[in-house]
């Protein structure tokens, strides 16, 4: 044992070796300090009897090559949910990034009055759009719909009383949540209803002196069905406006327009009855980058923007110029720049017609069963729950594999796909035809290497 510690290398001696000489030491360092001390603890532990200079040269050259890539990468989307937070939710079109790649490459007048001479909000650039598209007197802009809430919450309720139906005291993805959220903008939660019906006259009846807001917030992907009621948000902006208090409506996925759904209205039509706030995120529905969009009220707005919360929660000129590309795209109905909004409104026939493409690709390939059939998809992100998006799948399994065990194999490979009654799924709604070749080749590797 004495003897094995004794020929562990020098740290010193392995950070000149000849093999590193290209490596930036101040990485090195530390990775090899942590080997050697691994090793001197198994030998003394007994768990090793030989070293070999060699194999730990290769475990260092990994670990640095390891510490030193990206560990972000590109990922197949074959689940068919268009907007899913662990995907990075919606994508970019290249003529989106096109419009805003210059304007990041130089400086630019985010927040400078050009004639003037003065400093000037970086929050016009969006705000006059939205006023254009939505009607509604102003706008601002943080950095998620979270922060939205946050900061409406924040400015208007600190220290008085906020109602909202029990019904939607939700829990959405990544733990957010309505009453804690309330708790950190130090307002009072005053919860009215019951967790299946509110009624108008329960908002009515909790008003007092002390409330500040009627808010609503949408139930994201939790659906209430049978003996439930909630009130419309055009009730509570009503009640609001006799009481002279705020109305807001956390909105979460809110959708512009250019989208087919019975399911509830689009944010035009709900800022077509005058609410005093709404917020929605942008990289839900709305199809843009990660923000959190609240309009409404100038007066109103006018108070947010002097909040010094607003200070922390500030969005960069990446999500400026994104957001007013995308918001630009809205206006001039311009929706194939949208991917959100692309891959939701794909027809049934152009669904079949990719899918076919993939299948005639995949069905070639030895030790696989392949076949297309019809499946629903979801927008994903908490949106439209119940819409069902029709599409088609190639569904397939391979005599060689359990089908968890494909899935995993693919994974691996950065192609995410979902099960559907012992066969892997495929969806064609959130697969771009320049992935094809891709998905064969990998699907090939994986069968062939068995067999
Ligand atoms: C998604 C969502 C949020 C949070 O929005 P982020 O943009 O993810 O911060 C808040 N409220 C509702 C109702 C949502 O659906």
Redesign the pocket.
């Known amino acids: 044992m004495k003897h094995l510690l004794q020929s562990l290398p020098q740290i010193h001696q392995l950070l000149q070796d000849e093999e590193f000489k290209d490596l930036q030491k101040e990485i090195l360092k530390p990775i090899i300090q942590e080997l050697i001390q691994s090793l001197r603890q198994q030998i003394n532990n007994q768990e090793i009897h030989s070293l070999c200079l060699n194999t730990l040269k290769s475990q260092i050259k990994h670990l640095y090559t390891q510490r030193t890539s990206s560990t972000i990468a590109p990922l197949i989307n074959a689940t068919g949910v268009v907007l899913q937070?662990n995907l990075g939710?919606s994508l970019f079109s290249e003529e989106i990034l096109q419009e805003v790649l210059p304007l990041l490459q130089t400086y630019n007048n985010l927040e400078y009055d050009i004639t003037k001479g003065k400093r000037s909000e970086r929050y016009i650039h969006i705000s006059h759009l939205l006023c254009t598209l939505l009607g509604c007197e102003d706008a601002i802009v943080v950095?998620?719909?979270?922060?939205?809430?946050l900061l409406v919450l924040n400015t208007f309720g600190a220290n008085q009383e906020v109602i909202i139906s029990r019904g939607e005291l939700?829990e959405?993805?990544?733990a957010?949540r309505?009453p804690e959220v309330m708790k950190l903008s130090n307002s009072k939660l005053i919860e009215v209803g019951t967790t299946n019906k509110t009624h108008l006259k329960d908002y009515e009846e909790a008003i007092s002196p002390q409330t500040a807001l009627l808010m609503k917030?949408?139930?994201?992907?939790f659906r209430q069905i049978g003996f439930c009621s909630s009130v419309e948000f055009e009730e509570l902006t009503k009640l609001a406006t006799k009481h002279n208090i705020i109305d807001y409506y956390?909105?979460?996925?809110g959708y512009m327009k250019g989208l087919q759904t019975k399911e509830e209205p689009s944010i035009l039509e709900i800022c077509s009855k005058n609410p005093s706030l709404l917020?929605?995120?942008?990289?839900?529905l709305f199809g843009g980058p990660?923000?959190?969009v609240i309009v409404g009220k100038k007066h109103l707005i006018d108070k947010l923007k002097k909040n010094h919360l607003l200070r922390a929660l500030r969005v960069d000129k990446f999500t400026i110029l994104t957001l007013e590309a995308t918001l630009r795209a809205y206006l001039n109905q311009e929706f194939h720049k949208i991917p959100t909004l692309s891959m939701l409104n794909l027809t049934q026939e152009e669904l079949l017609s990719k899918a076919k493409k993939l299948h005639s690709l995949l069905d070639t390939i030895p030790n696989l069963k392949c076949q297309i059939s019809p499946v629903d998809s979801l927008a994903g992100?908490?949106?439209l729950p119940q819409t069902p998006f029709h599409s088609y799948a190639v569904l397939l399994h391979s005599p060689l594999f359990k089908t968890s065990s494909l899935e995993t194999q693919l994974r691996q490979k950065r192609i995410i796909t979902r099960i559907i009654s012992e066969q892997i799924c495929l969806d064609l709604r959130c697969l771009f035809e320049k992935d094809f070749e891709l998905i064969a080749k990998t699907l090939k590797e994986i069968v062939c290497k068995t067999s």
């Open positions: 937070t939710r950095n998620n719909n979270a922060s939205a809430v939700v959405i993805g990544g957010f309505i917030a949408h139930q994201s992907n956390d909105l979460g996925s917020s929605f995120s942008g990289d839900k990660q923000a959190g992100g908490g949106s």
